[in-house]
């Protein structure tokens, strides 16, 4: 371990690392009846809203926990139990939605490409076309366990012109790349505190379509889970259903206010992307190649393969590098060995310069001469 009492940076996909004053804002206790504290929850799900453009039609609900007990809520919720969700798959997180509605009891259908390819539209199409019993269809927008972007806006067209619901994960993405409710139609959008809003970890939201979640009393087979009986509660009394988490609430609206400060999503994003650029550049000139085709690679999260040298193992490197003040993430393929690096948080290009260098200096420090994947 490094002597220095500095914390590391974080390249992972969650958490992330957060700005002295997001992690500020989490040292003061509030009560959950505080009206000062319910002023603060009302704020963080209009501003959430609004990143989305979905001030309009639809409503922010925040769920206690990470972002899985969301997706889990939102399916729960809004898919009725003689419902049939048709989940695309090309990683983990979809491999999750699907299982997790299972689990609740939902008829599941799968339409899964290789992971390093995008779901396609046409092919949604097909399917909802030949089966009129799928009443949802389930889309992870950008796959974090390989960094792939999925396309939204025509996944969300086909849908709405087959006349069925859609639930994104967005998990992600939200708050870095553009997503606008009022040209791309959803019934929920899933996304949590600890990803690119740049909040620590702690909760989820969903963007529900009002005229949607309504009618959805008496769906959800969980009473935690209950997206519904969430939202009326937090209508009636603007205080959340059971205890909520205070601090990562406090820290949201702080992390809120540095998003709008910074400029908002266009401006997150452009960092992001140069942070993606910076890392990818630096990987390539130590032999690094990606996982994924340029232009299916969202500015979230990339994956490189692991080198070929027999002197590479994914532990020492993790270690050395995390000793350096760098957190990695492990790859999460069945077929190749890849390790993942995040470019959000609340980092810059200078950031990813010198986690680059500490990778390079790893390499070194393990003999590796190229890292050529093989
Ligand atoms: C992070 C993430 C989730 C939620 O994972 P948790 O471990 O529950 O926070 C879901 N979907 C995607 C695409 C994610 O990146």
Not at 60 to 69: E, I, N
Not at 179 to 200: H, T, W
Not at 342 to 348: F, L
């Amino acid at each position: 371990m490094s002597n220095f009492s500095r914390d590391p940076i974080l390249l992972t996909p969650g958490p992330l690392t957060t700005s002295l004053a997001t992690k500020m804002a989490m040292l003061r206790d509030w009560g959950s009846w505080d009206s000062g504290f319910n002023a603060v929850t009302g704020m963080v799900r209009e501003r959430l809203l609004s990143i989305a453009g979905a001030e309009g039609a639809h409503v922010c609900v925040p769920l206690q926990g990470s972002g899985t007990f969301a997706v889990e809520a939102a399916v729960n919720t809004l898919v009725p139990r003689d419902g049939h969700l048709l989940a695309l798959i090309n990683g983990a997180y979809g491999t999750r939605l699907a299982r997790l509605a299972r689990m609740m009891g939902r008829r599941v259908s799968t339409l899964e490409t290789a992971e390093d390819v995008p779901a396609a539209v046409a092919d949604i199409e097909r399917l909802l076309q030949a089966d009129s019993s799928i009443t949802h269809v389930g889309l992870v927008h950008c796959e974090t366990s390989t960094g792939i972007l999925n396309p939204l806006e025509g996944i969300a067209d086909a849908v709405a012109r087959c006349g069925r619901h859609l639930i994104v994960d967005a998990m992600s993405s939200f708050g870095a790349l553009p997503i606008d409710a009022r040209r791309v139609p959803f019934d929920a959008l899933v996304a949590a505190s600890g990803k690119c809003i740049e909040g620590p970890p702690g909760i989820g939201f969903v963007l529900a379509r009002r005229s949607v979640l309504e009618h959805c009393a008496g769906n959800s087979t969980s009473l935690s889970l209950d997206l519904h009986d969430q939202w009326q509660y937090m209508e009636r009394t603007t205080q959340w259903r059971f205890t909520p988490p205070t601090h990562v609430v406090a820290a949201l609206s702080a992390a809120l206010e540095a998003f709008d400060a910074e400029g908002g999503q266009p401006a997150r994003l452009a960092r992001y992307t140069r942070n993606c650029e910076v890392l990818v550049r630096g990987m390539e000139e130590l032999g690094f190649r990606r996982f994924l085709d340029p232009r299916v690679q969202a500015p979230i999260i990339v994956t490189f393969l692991a080198p070929a040298d027999p002197r590479y193992g994914f532990r020492e490197f993790y270690d050395r590098v995390r000793d350096k003040g760098f957190i990695l993430y492990p790859g999460k393929l069945t077929q190749v060995e890849t390790f993942r690096v995040g470019c959000i948080g609340a980092i810059g290009p200078d950031e990813i310069r010198h986690a680059v260098n500490a990778v390079r200096d790893t390499l070194a420090e393990m003999g590796i001469e190229g890292a050529a994947p093989g």
